[in-house]
């Protein structure tokens, strides 16, 4: 018999149209004999359907359901929630997870705890701090009400929203002037309240997948090394515009031994912050130094996203990614 899965997408995220490529991506490598597969689309507005025909042009097709309704039809159906097409706030934060608990839908990935942890980039990099894996000197800034606080950055610096994903809002400031213009954008574009200051380290940009099975054990994947060739920095616009970076893996300016040990690092960090499955974590390399900034635990899974690419050089073709994933929620 084949095994039912709705691959979610959408929702009120910052990511939201990287969430419906992931979706369609995820479905057009999907086993078709293997699997009873589905679409939950999620609108901005926390409506809901549930498309059983192969259509991916659901965007344009209007719903008025709410998400719970339809959650329970995918409960009663019994559908494993396939997670990997979320992206953002309501996927990535454990919101959606939460939902699913409470209506007792099995679902893949990491659970509500980890994932909102794990969104929450001061935390988890405190986290990995105490395991001694080397963090970038960082500032947590309530905002506005702290943007005149005193605190010990050199400029230029990093400025990031704290709880967002894929690299939303990152930028280089140069100045405290400039770090109170670009923080009051953040709220007006993006609504958050809490901001990151960190130190720019100037390095090479690396990401390194972890894939863990039922049992515990690890499939370790190679780092990708990232060269952004729109922006200085691996931004929104690089990670998803055509041509905006350049990716290699595995990794031609990491020596096999520093390969390894982020390889490593990867694994560590998916146990430490409590993962499940799968997650990708991004570091900056700088000589023989790696430094941790944060945890993805639904990344990117387009044709060209980092895990598919990493998977794909350690001879796992995205279809296995895919039923890797799927196998070991169930």
Excluded: W
């Amino acid at each position: 018999m084949k095994k039912k899965i709705a691959i979610f997408c959408g929702g009120p995220s910052s990511e939201y149209e990287i969430s419906l490529s992931s979706a369609k991506a995820i479905y057009k490598h999907l086993d078709k004999n293997a699997y009873n597969i589905a679409i939950c689309f999620i609108t901005k507005d926390l409506h809901a359907k549930l498309i059983k025909n192969g259509n991916l042009d659901f965007e344009n097709d209007k719903t008025n359901t709410p998400l719970l309704t339809i959650l329970k039809q995918i409960k009663k159906e019994g559908y494993l929630a396939f997670l990997a097409g979320m992206h953002g706030e309501f996927g990535e934060d454990g919101k959606l997870q939460a939902l699913l608990e409470f209506e007792g839908i099995p679902y893949s990935g990491s659970n509500e705890e980890a994932s909102a942890l794990c969104t929450d980039k001061m935390r988890s990099m405190i986290l990995a701090n105490s395991i001694n894996i080397k963090i970038p000197n960082s500032v947590f800034l309530n905002i506005p009400s702290e943007l005149d606080s005193e605190f010990d950055i050199t400029f230029p610096a990093i400025l990031k929203p704290n709880n967002l994903g894929s690299s939303v809002g990152l930028s280089i400031i140069n100045s405290r002037e400039e770090l109170k213009k670009e923080a009051l954008n953040l709220i007006k574009k993006f609504h958050t309240t809490q901001i990151l200051v960190q130190e720019y380290i100037y390095g090479l940009e690396v990401s390194c997948g972890a894939l863990q099975n039922k049992q515990g054990k690890f499939t370790l994947l190679p780092p990708i090394e990232i060269h952004p060739n729109k922006s200085v920095l691996f931004d929104y616009s690089s990670k998803y515009s055509r041509g905006g970076s350049l990716e290699i893996t595995p990794p031609k300016n990491i020596d096999t031994k520093t390969a390894n040990i982020i390889s490593e690092i990867a694994t560590k960090l998916h146990i430490i912050l409590g993962c499940k499955t799968y997650s990708r974590s991004d570091f900056i390399v700088k000589g023989k130094m790696v430094y941790y900034l944060e945890t993805n635990t639904l990344p990117g899974m387009t044709d060209t996203s980092l895990i598919p690419q990493e998977a794909e050089a350690a001879g796992i073709p995205f279809s296995s990614l895919l039923d890797f994933l799927i196998q070991n929620s169930l």
